[in-house]
């Protein structure tokens, strides 16, 4: 894929940050010396947790250059490196492995998630939030128009770009860490953000979910696709009593710590 868009991402900063914030104020740590933000973006939750730890040394990685650029500008007195979840590896055990929206576009998490467990310290914290909407209208209308349009073929399986499969139930969750961690707590949460219109909608998730479909597609097929999708997205959110448009999102949290 392109790189991210850090200025399309922070549109919608408030409520990318609210999860973000609720995972770290449920991290069982007083005083963590070490603690990575992995895919930390434009430093948003960087930020928090920073604030929460201004002891602590704290490290947002990112695979964007685009990202860690504007994380660096907005937090310059932190540290900032390129780096993949998948394959990452610290130099020292830290005491936080802090993960917010980033494992959902990872494979195979029956091995990613133990593996990250098994990198912390002596009673370290490994702290996600994954987003869980690929049920949700926003996610099944992107496959839906993906698959009926003259881009299909430029797109691909809209399964494939939609990453479908690769999120496990939150019971699947505690069954991978719960044997090897001292504690495990895992939970769901169904935000509700309150858009103003159709295309707000698809502004958000043009950040995020909707790029791997539009990535492929030349100008001219990119602005037909969206074009359908707004339509489609326009009678999948019916207006609510204020003529807003609610967006449901679901996400799930665990926070496991170490023995």
């Given at each position: 894929m392109a790189d991210w868009n850090p200025a399309l991402y922070t549109r919608f900063e408030d409520e990318r940050t609210r999860p973000a914030a609720e995972l770290l104020a449920r991290v069982p740590l007083d005083a963590p010396r070490l603690a990575y933000d992995v895919g930390c973006g434009p430093g948003n939750s960087t930020a928090l947790i920073a604030a929460r730890y201004p002891d602590a040394e704290v490290i947002g990685l990112d695979t964007s250059p685009a990202m860690l650029e504007s994380a660096r500008g907005r937090l310059p007195g932190l540290s900032f490196a390129q780096a993949d979840a998948a394959t990452w590896t610290p130099e020292r055990a830290p005491d936080l492995i802090y993960a917010n929206a980033v494992l959902q576009w990872l494979p195979d998490h029956a091995s990613l998630l133990p593996r990250l467990f098994g990198l912390l310290a002596p009673g370290g914290v490994l702290a996600v939030q994954m987003p869980d909407n690929l049920a949700e209208p926003t996610h099944r209308l992107m496959r839906e128009v993906a698959a009926s349009g003259p881009w299909a073929v430029a797109i691909g399986?809209?399964?494939?770009?939609?990453?479908?499969?690769?999120?496990?139930?939150?019971?699947?969750?505690?069954?991978?860490?719960?044997?090897?961690?001292?504690?495990?707590?895992?939970?769901?949460t169904a935000y509700h953000h309150r858009m103003a219109d159709a295309a707000a909608i698809v502004e958000w998730v043009s950040a995020t979910g909707l790029r791997p479909f539009v990535d492929p597609l030349?100008?001219?097929?990119?602005a037909a696709f969206l074009d359908a999708y707004r339509t489609a997205i326009d009678a999948g959110y019916p207006r609510r009593s204020d003529g807003r448009r609610l967006l449901a999102f679901p996400r799930v949290f665990i926070v496991a710590k170490a023995p």
């Open positions: 399986d809209p399964a494939v770009a939609g990453r479908l499969g690769r999120m496990l139930e939150p019971a699947a969750y505690y069954d991978l860490l719960a044997p090897r961690a001292a504690a495990v707590d895992v939970w769901r030349g100008p001219e097929e990119k």
